[in-house]
Every structure is written in C-alpha cells, then in structure tokens.
C-alpha cells in the first residue's frame, strides 16, 4: 500500500501552496474547527486560504479548505507546495 507524500502535519501557517492548472499561488493562513460550537466528537480542520494568481479575483480571493482536502489535491498532484528556498 502506497504511503502518501504529505500528511496533514506538513500543513502550517505560511505554507505557499501552486495551482498547477491555474498558476494561482494559495497561502495558509489559519486553521480552525469548524465543529468548535457544536456537539460534534471529532473536529473537522479547516484552514483559511488567501490566494493570487492570474485567475483569482474578488470573489475567490480568500477560501477556507478543508485540511483533509488539501492533503487530498497535494497528494494526487493538483497542487504543489512551493519551496521556502525556491
């Protein structure tokens, strides 16, 4: 069984993640429960994403990811993390 590349502790604050398809580059910027206030057993971690590029605009601009669905588009290639020393 194939062990995936990334794991939800890669992710962090700072983290600058690229769109290959659209060349939008995503920051993290925070991360929250989105269970917090209600009777929920396991939380559900999202992060909220602030994110350029040449097909974001005011609308698209800011996005909350679920953390599990970042991993999933790192993971099978729609997304790349960008190197701090690139």
Do not use: C
Request: net charge negative; glycine share 8%; hydrophobic share 45%.
């Amino acid at each position: 069984m194939r062990v995936p590349p990334y794991k939800r502790s890669d992710l962090h604050a700072g983290l600058l993640i690229k769109d290959l398809d659209s060349g939008d580059l995503g920051l993290l910027v925070s991360r929250f429960d989105l269970m917090k206030n209600w009777d929920f057993d396991e939380p559900i971690w999202v992060w909220d994403m602030f994110w350029s590029g040449p097909t974001t605009d005011n609308e698209n601009r800011n996005v909350p990811f679920i953390e599990q669905a970042i991993v999933g588009l790192l993971n099978g290639g729609v997304w790349s993390i960008v190197e701090s020393d690139a």
